[in-house]
């Protein structure tokens, strides 16, 4: 078989092709139909070849030529072995013959072995008087080398065909793949080609476009270009703090673009304009989260657009729109039903407006309302706002007979024209409420806020700085005695002069849910920082974990206390490093092995101090945390993975 | 020279300029609020973004002479405190290169 695939060969050289083709012809019959064509290509250049080097070595005039000494060729005739036809191609000629050798070998591309082997006739001259005297030991070398160095080959030259991968897959995969990619590098991406730059600009992958990262290094038209492309499918558009969209025509094609949005956030856009503004809202009616802090261009004919066009409204952010006032919110809460989350801070209007108020009771829709800032908030206003306008209260009791409130988070930091009356209203009526910040509201006293810890038993946060006029006795009487003490993960009585020891030891006692304690400016003691490990250390044996790795629990704030010293602050580090002592000594035959026992413990406290002390005290929980960590075998656990852990978890405890 | 884009700061509780709502600093940033500035309290960060600093003056306070300059919001130009540049007592060293943030001025930015 091998000899009538190699019939028009030369008979000067039988072995040459016979050598390709014995070597070859390792599969049976049914492919070697698909061996021929390739086989007469690389016959043909053999031909040539082989042709060529009869006539060189027949010819007298060209043995002067070849007699000439050639550097190429002279160290690769001691190889004599290797004188098949592969050698042929991987001998030596300093013509770039590399390529065909490996073209020889991979056989990856059929269209390239023909035209090297078809090269090297042209260059193999040179090198054939390295092959004359070698011709005739080829016979007796051929099977021994060739088989050896050919065989791989046949295998994959059935499969010789070019895989491009990249356009088999169907277009879903391609995008699934390009998904991975941040925004930044699909832009860069984009350049590889055409089909590419149609892929990276579908707009599946543009559905959630957050400018957070690149938002300063991001050219406007760029901008506008990528958000026309993806027009309709983008959802949620992050663009807070561009800048650069100031130019009309660039913003109203954007606005053109975009009417499917759903949560839209243009914090910062400062130069935003009106018209587009509002031609964004009337374009986009499913819009169900908007932020709109700072912007100069919100003002109350925007907020009725926003109470007209966006019916499915859940959470609105103007705070500080100076060009608006309360007017401009009661058209909001009136508009939209389905308003759960509405920031207010810096808005002007409020007391001026009673409507608002009323609104914002009859509707009674919000579940977290942040008025913080509004400084010209008054009692009335805010009375009205909780209890409507005219409330009735109980006879006996003096409650009032209003239907509890939805509020879950009210935040009125700085109001500071609110005092006992109107806060007082908060009581018995706000069932729900979880979070409350009443910080800077300088004229309340214990009075205020006796009511609302009775009757709130969800209190998770409790913000009460700078309310110099609280008194230990609430905190005795009211705080760790509420049925929200359980519950209470964080407390900030910054600024809180007359708190000391006496109110804060009975609070650490009975809230053992506490993440974070802000006591800065107040007058505790070391006491109050040996009861808190207590607490921290009773309660870290009696539950589990919070997270598998050891993590700080417990965040207290205590710098500029004057009656703290050094002694409380050690407190606090010996019972961070107490797990790593007693692992190490086993009390009573007890020792602490791995499992369930030894899972427990391993809670720290975090302290913010005393700058001088700071930075010993970060030492010292870094390390403990390290032990800690490697205690429990986590060593391959890097420093990196722990503190990203305690990043995260401490996040999510702030929420 | 271009746009000026501001800083924005991630955290739960940040403070900004009362005028224009430009993050200025991350409360847990504060190292003391031990501090009176002309318009009432004052603290003392560590950082601020989104200001920029005025020329250096000498002035007498309470602790000491102090070599400070006046820091201004980015965005709106008022003043919003000063940074301490040079303290002359070596018990107030620590505020070198620190930033006082006058309470009155800041808001709170969540």
């Known amino acids: ?655 | 020279m271009g746009l000026t884009y501001n800083t924005y700061l991630n955290s739960d509780k940040i403070y900004g300029c009362k005028n224009c709502k430009a993050h200025l600093a991350n409360a847990h940033d504060i190292i003391s609020r031990n501090f009176r500035g002309q318009h009432g309290k004052a603290y003392l960060f560590n950082t601020v973004v989104n200001v920029e600093t005025g020329d250096p003056s000498e002035r007498n306070m309470t602790t000491g002479r102090h070599v400070v300059r006046d820091i201004q919001c980015r965005q709106c130009k008022d003043v919003v405190g000063w940074k301490y540049d040079r303290a002359y007592e070596s018990s107030e060293k620590y505020k070198e290169g620190k930033f006082i943030l006058e309470a009155e001025l800041l808001c709170n930015v969540t």
């Open chain 1, 1 to 655: 078989m091998a000899d009538s695939t190699i019939s028009h060969s030369t008979p000067d050289s039988p072995a040459s092709p016979g050598s390709e083709a014995g070597s070859l012809n390792v599969q049976p019959g049914s492919d070697v139909a698909e061996q021929f064509p390739v086989l007469q290509h690389k016959s043909k250049g053999r031909q040539r070849l082989l042709r060529s080097l009869q006539r060189i070595s027949s010819s007298q005039n060209l043995r002067a030529r070849i007699t000439r000494p050639r550097a190429s060729s002279a160290p690769y005739r001691s190889s004599a072995s290797s004188l098949s036809c592969v050698s042929l191609t991987s001998t030596p000629s300093p013509f770039g013959q590399p390529s065909s050798s490996s073209s020889y070998f991979s056989f990856g591309d059929v269209s390239t072995a023909p035209t090297s082997v078809a090269a090297t006739p042209a260059v193999e001259t040179p090198g054939c008087d390295g092959i004359e005297p070698v011709l005739a030991v080829r016979k007796v070398d051929h099977p021994v080398s060739t088989p050896m160095t050919i065989s791989l080959p046949t295998e994959i030259k059935k499969k010789a065909k070019i895989f491009n991968f990249w356009d088999i897959i169907p277009n879903e995969i391609k995008l699934y793949v390009l998904s991975f990619l941040s925004p930044r590098e699909l832009v860069r991406v984009s350049r590889v080609s055409k089909k590419f730059h149609e892929l990276c600009f579908d707009g599946q992958l543009w559905t959630e476009f957050d400018a957070s990262n690149f938002y300063r290094d991001i050219p406007a038209e760029s901008l506008t270009k990528i958000l026309e492309t993806a027009g309709p499918f983008v959802h949620d558009l992050n663009l807070r703090g561009c800048l650069q969209i100031e130019h009309m025509q660039r913003a109203q094609r954007l606005v053109k673009a975009c009417h499917n949005l759903y949560s839209t956030t243009l914090e910062g856009c400062r130069n935003f304009q009106r018209p587009t503004l509002h031609a964004l809202l009337k374009t986009n009616n499913q819009l169900v989260h908007l932020n709109l802090t700072g912007l100069p261009a919100v003002n109350n004919a925007t907020c009725k657009i926003i109470s007209r066009e966006c019916p499915d409204l859940e959470s609105l952010n103007i705070s500080g729109c100076r060009e608006m006032d309360a007017r401009g919110i009661r058209f909001v809460i009136e508009g939209c039903p389905k308003l759960r989350d509405l920031c207010a801070s810096s808005i002007r209007g409020f007391s001026s407006n009673a409507d608002v108020a009323t609104a914002i009771f009859k509707t009674n829709n919000l579940e977290r309302l942040v008025l913080s800032n509004c400084s010209d908030m008054t009692d009335d206003t805010f009375t009205t706002m909780i209890l409507g306008p005219n409330p009735e209260f109980d006879m006996l009791t003096n409650r009032p007979l209003t239907p509890p409130r939805k509020l879950r988070h009210l935040d009125l930091t700085r109001c500071c024209r609110l005092s006992d009356n109107s806060i007082k209203s908060l009581a018995y009526v706000t069932p729900q409420l979880e979070g409350l910040s009443l910080s800077n509201l300088t004229l309340l006293t214990d009075s205020a806020l006796e009511p609302i810890l009775a009757s709130s038993p969800n209190l998770t946060h409790l913000d009460l700085e700078d309310l110099s006029h609280l008194t230990n006795s609430l905190f005795i009487n009211h705080v760790a005695k509420s049925p929200c003490s359980p519950k209470l993960e964080h407390l900030a009585i910054s600024a809180c002069e007359s708190i000391s020891d006496a109110g804060m030891l009975p609070v650490f006692q009975s809230c053992t849910n506490l993440r974070s304690v802000l006591m800065d400016n107040t007058r505790i003691s070391n006491l109050t920082l040996t009861e808190a490990a207590d607490m921290v250390r009773s309660r870290s044996l009696s539950r589990p974990s919070p997270s598998p790795f050891p993590v700080t629990t417990l965040h207290l704030t205590i710098y500029d206390t004057p009656l703290v010293t050094w002694t409380g602050i050690l407190e606090i580090l010996s019972r961070n490093s107490e797990p790593l002592t007693a692992a190490k000594t086993p009390k009573d035959g007890v020792v602490e092995v791995g499992g369930e026992g030894g899972k427990r413990g391993k809670e720290v406290i975090g302290l913010k101090c005393f700058h001088t002390w700071q930075m010993t005290v970060d030492e010292h929980t870094r390390r403990v945390l390290r032990v800690l960590a490697r205690q429990w075998g986590l060593r391959r656990y890097s420093l990196e993975c722990i503190r990203e852990g305690r990043k995260k978890l401490i996040c999510q405890q702030r929420g």
